[in-house]
């Protein structure tokens, strides 16, 4: 009986061949070279090992399976990074109508209760500077030019006034002289 299991076992272990490590470690790809290049067509088929038929439809199960298995994670790593992106779309948007507002904000000045642009501000307050300055120099040349008039005014007038007390004088002692000669005139022609 021990021959017996003997004889099996060796006739089972030299009636198997061994599978080939190409399709133990090797890509599909490869695998599927090495088939090509080791088996015989027959009449437009394929002979093919039972064995290695089964292993390579096992390796491609597992392969696509992984590869099915893979493709869902990157889909669901494709979902999620797509509401990521919609997320900060939508947090974008908003930080960006946040910032045209304090853009807004920022340029403008409340003014009266009017909100007013600071270019258009600063062009207003530069103009009515601009006006008040043209006006203190309008003002400052008038002046000037009013106390100029008033010095010579002043100064015409002292001369005048001089004039006026050198002509009162000489008409005072032409009056003097006028009523002394007609006094001694009419002494003379009383007295006579």
């Known amino acids: 009986m021990i021959l017996a299991v003997v004889v099996i076992s060796v ?18 790809k490869e695998q599927l070279n090495y088939i090509e290049e080791h088996t015989i067509i027959y009449e437009n088929y394929r002979a093919i090992r039972e064995d290695m038929f ?11 399976s992984s590869l099915n298995i893979k493709i869902t994670g990157l889909n669901k790593t ?24 304090m853009t ?15 270019a258009t501000y600063n062009k207003i307050m530069w103009t009515i500077l601009a006006g008040l300055v043209a006006t203190l120099l309008v003002g400052l040349l008038v002046f000037r030019r009013n ?8 100064r015409e007038f002292q001369e005048l006034k001089t004039e006026f007390e050198a002509y009162r004088k000489t008409s005072r002692e032409a009056r003097e002289k006028l009523t002394m000669d007609h006094f001694n005139e009419v002494k003379r022609l009383k007295g006579g």
């Open 11 to 28: 006739i089972k272990v030299t009636g198997q061949v061994t599978m080939p490590d190409v399709l133990q470690k090797s890509s599909l």
């Open 54 to 64: 089964q292993k390579i439809k096992r390796n491609v199960t597992d392969t696509l």
């Open 78 to 101: 494709a979902s999620a990074l797509n509401r990521t992106i919609d997320t900060l779309r939508t947090n974008l948007s908003s930080t960006q109508t946040r910032l045209e507002e």
């Open 104 to 118: 807004v904000t920022k340029n403008s000045i409340r003014v009266a209760g009017i909100e007013v642009n600071k």
């Open 147 to 154: 106390l100029s008039v008033m010095s010579n005014t002043k």
